[in-house]
């Protein structure tokens, strides 16, 4: 048997994927190696990555710069813990965050994913309200149609029923919903956004710690863009009800929408912010929680005068080096540009997909662009067939999406865009 079905056999057996069946029939594709924009199957076939493995790739595969940080770090140390102690990876990447972030955040805390960051996200708005003798605050109010993350508290934030986690519900903490805005991306907050968000506020303020949601774009639940003047809107509300206010920002951060962190469409500041994805570039699993002054005083001046956190691979050292060559990297290019380009190759290409009759709408904000098909695609087929086409495209229920590297060019661009093209055009 060659090498390739042998990984695909082996893998079957004992291997978990991301919301995966053990031993499922899906397909599975065997990768050997990745360098720039391209996925290198271990039959030697090479995919052009649209994906960049779930927002996080942004310089590509394999960047010379990257590699050659964290190979100068393994020299040093891989990891060493975190309490009591500190490193220049850590303390170099604080800084820059903190300097690249909405001014009035100062205060950061390391964590290991995205969905851990929220939960810290949400541990902070509760502890801070306890130190503010308002320790009936305690729960969330959040949009339909978001995504936060996997873990309990991530999972409570997250759309209640396309949220993939319905089955937890009676587990789950009770949270506040309001629909997605409806404010398109370029406009003003139209009223019945703002009243949604004015009669929650007003009906459950005191029970609310915090109104939590992913800025302008929402990911995972459903790859949806909103206006940012609803955020000008959540700020002014959540001020008048004494609500913190947390931007999500794991997955629009680090220029995928236009702006470094897609809260600048506005014109204002959350009290918390959570990054990750492609913090690293893509090569470690790392993430943080930001915060402002006042929130992180009152946590250290309350009872117990620490915040209650604290995971074993805090601030890993090889992560911090990746994040502080990649976000080094990003700044020096001319990334604006790049993602302006991406913009304008993806949207003639996608639009073209207008026409069919299984495609609902099509989309393109900075480097996302999304297929929005009129039914949920058959993984199985779809996945297959992009493959065969030469790309990495993964979709989700209706949405077939592409958010490249930022590297791309322009001929891989209207690759990955005429692939979905041909492929949802020989469904029909
Ligand atoms: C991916 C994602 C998360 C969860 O991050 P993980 O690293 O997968 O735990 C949380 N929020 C948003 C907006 C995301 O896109």
Redo the contacts with the bound molecule.
Sequence with gaps: MNKYQQLIDSDRQNIWHPYSALGSDQPIFPVVSAHGVRLKLADDRELIDGMSS??CAIHGYNHPQINQAITSQLTHMSHIMFGGLTHPPAVELAKTLVDITPSSLDSVFFSD??????EVAMKMAIQYWHDKQQPEKQAFLSLRS??????FG?MSVCDPVTGMHSLFNDALAQQFFIDAPTSEFSSPCNSSDLNNLQTALAKHHEKIAAFIL?PVVQ??GGMRFYSADFLNQARSLCDQYNVLLVF?????GFGRTGKLFACEYSNIQADIM?I??ALTGGYL?L?ATLTNREISHTISNGEPGVFMHGPTFMANPLACTAANASIKLLLESNWQDKISAIESWLKPSLEKCDSLKNVANVRVLGAIGVVECTHAVDMKKIQTAFVEKGVWIRPFGKLIYLMPPYIINQTDTEHLCNAIYEVLNNET
């Design positions: 779930w927002w994913s995205g969905s851990v960051a929220v978001g995504y936060h993350g996997d873990t991530a992913e990911g995972a999500d920002e794991i997955a629009t959570c990750g994805k699993s993430a």
